[in-house]
């Protein structure tokens, strides 16, 4: 078990508090969209600082991104169900938001009418403004990373909160989604148990083997 110093090297749970306090204070002056148009020029930005990334094949690929070596991976803890099927647990901001929870409460109805207004206009998937963080981050840090020269992309499958809420791809991609993560219905559901966020990875030309 981890001690108090060696939990506090690993976060500040000021910063941690302040920065969903930050978020709000942007919210307040700018508005919902002004909110996300933000958070995703700061993930993006994010992404793009990140070096590029080549591997000669698929498995090279995945060897790094299992490791968290690859900045795909960099920002959370991530385990392969299928060659193309990544699921994360914990979530990376689990810790800020119970910090947030535990010292001021709820969070601010903001962080989720930002990934409503992100689910809107982007790409459906958020479930608050940590979602529109991370999705965006990964969907420009995948646009780095090459396998055989082909360009590595990712995909929102599904998502939980500690409350039970769910996020899911809308019902007409599902089939498509399911195929292409290797998965079945039966096993999203139960992926959705103990995991925060379900996603895939893949090739552009989407020629990743489906197998174990």
């Not at 965006?136 to 055989?148: D, K, L, P, S």
Request: with cysteine; aromatic share 8%; charged share 20%.
């Amino acid at each position: 078990m981890e001690s108090k110093a060696e939990e506090a090297t690993k976060s500040n749970l000021l910063v941690d508090v302040a920065a969903f306090l930050f978020l709000e204070d942007i919210a307040d002056k700018q508005g919902e969209a002004g909110m996300a148009s933000y958070l995703i020029s700061l993930a993006a930005s994010l992404a793009k600082s990140m070096p590029e990334e080549e591997y000669e094949t698929w498995d090279e690929f995945l060897a790094a991104f299992k490791s968290s070596q690859s900045i795909l991976s960099t920002f959370e803890h991530v385990s392969m169900v299928t060659r193309s099927c990544v699921v994360t647990e914990p979530c990376p901001y689990e810790r800020g938001l119970k910090e947030y929870a535990k010292r001021i409460g709820k969070l601010s109805p903001q962080h989720y009418n930002v990934a409503e207004y992100f689910n809107s206009t982007v790409h459906p998937g958020a479930l608050n403004t940590c979602c529109v963080i991370h999705q965006t981050y990964r969907t420009f840090a995948a646009q780095r990373i090459r396998v055989g020269g082909k360009q590595v992309k990712c995909a929102q499958i599904s998502n939980a909160l500690d409350d039970g809420t769910h996020s899911i791809v809308p019902e007409e991609w599902l089939p498509i989604v399911l195929e292409k993560a290797g998965i079945s219905m039966t096993k999203l559901n139960m992926l959705q148990r103990n995991n925060a966020c379900i996603w895939m990875i893949y090739t552009a030309e989407d020629t990743i083997n489906k197998g174990d």
